[in-house]
């Protein structure tokens, strides 16, 4: 998360629109050369941004996501802080809530969960200390 806020038991994501896939965002056009490439790469991107808001709902975390382009002018700017604080100062989420996943949510998109899993475990591999 870029912002964690503990008292709240909130994070903040703020996402940048070209590296995560906001459709129909002017920001946001795949360059011609090497396409295939940024598809699959914007799509584990898209991939482990599930997979980590699943991973902090099911700790008991309210999880925010912003994208880049609501903060690009001072009336978006504006707006998307008065929506933030909203988001952050209603009442927390509980094991049985309004915040909390259910199981249908948590199957959603199992296909693009599990490209992040051997991705991560390809990953890991590449990485021992």
Do not use: M
Not at 2 to 19: A, E, M, N, P
Request: aromatic letters at 12%.
């Amino acid at each position: 998360p870029d912002i964690v806020l503990r008292k709240y038991r909130t994070v903040i994501f703020v996402d940048g629109c070209f590296w995560h896939g906001h459709e129909g965002c002017k920001l946001f056009k795949l360059p011609q050369s090497n396409r295939q490439y940024w598809e699959h790469k914007i799509r584990l991107n898209y991939a482990h941004d599930y997979r980590a808001n699943i991973e902090l709902k099911l700790l008991g975390w309210r999880v925010i996501r912003i994208w880049e382009c609501e903060l690009r002018n001072k009336a978006q700017q504006a707006e998307t802080l008065i929506r933030l604080y909203d988001a952050i100062t209603r009442p927390a989420p509980t094991a049985y809530g309004y915040e909390s996943p259910s199981q249908s949510e948590a199957a959603e998109n199992s296909e693009a969960y599990g490209l992040i899993n051997q991705d991560y475990k390809s990953e890991e591999g590449n990485h021992r200390s």
